[in-house]
């Protein structure tokens, strides 16, 4: 998708569809996986709910985009949902010791800086920027990096191998993360003149 501002003729106003329930459903799990994962004795029930949850960040979208259902809130749900989804599970994980502080930061920086600020200032001018087909791929990449390198840092069954896949992601999303973000400030400057 291209980055571009504006409003689209096609989404309605509509709240209570099926994709945005799934939203909110994602949005409701964020308190169980994050209590499970802190706790020593449930981290791994923990970890797999967050693996859950973020696994499904393409099905609301889906079922929107499938089913005609597309809608204003909708379009703002579900990368809030994404960025609750990641910002939580990454605080759990850094808690329980099984993800590093360094790599988390970069993930929140970039998220606090970028998405909030020009959330904020595109709010105040009424103007949406359409998410860019790179920062879903950033995301899609760091949903995957997340867990494989917590799953490999607990000791868990091929922990070798997760935690290698996941570092390699790691990097790789990172770098496309703050590409996209580039992008996205560029949007935002096109928006706001």
Request: proline share 3%; aromatic share 10%; net charge positive.
């Amino acid at each position: 998708m291209k980055g571009t501002a504006g409003r689209s003729a096609s989404a309605s106003t509509v709240v209570f569809t099926v994709p945005n329930v799934i939203s909110f459903v994602r949005i409701l799990a964020i308190p169980v996986y994050w209590w499970l994962i802190v706790r020593a004795e449930t981290t791994t029930a923990g970890l797999i709910v967050f693996i859950g949850v973020v696994a499904t960040d393409w099905v609301d979208g889906y079922v929107a985009r499938r089913t005609g259902r597309v809608s204003e809130l909708g379009k703002v749900l579900d990368p809030v949902a994404d960025r609750l989804a990641i910002a939580s599970g990454l605080v759990a994980l850094v808690i329980r010791g099984v993800f590093p502080l360094w790599a988390a930061v970069l993930i929140l920086v970039r998220d606090a800086s970028t998405l909030l600020i020009g959330a904020a200032l595109l709010a105040a001018r009424r103007i949406r920027l359409d998410v860019r087909f790179l920062g879903k791929i950033a995301t899609f990449t760091l949903m995957g990096a997340i867990p494989g390198i917590a799953w490999g840092n607990l000791g868990l069954p091929l922990g070798d191998v997760t935690l290698a896949c996941g570092w390699v992601a790691f990097f790789l999303g990172i770098v496309e993360y703050y590409l996209a973000a580039g992008l996205y400030v560029a949007d935002l400057r096109r928006a706001v003149e």
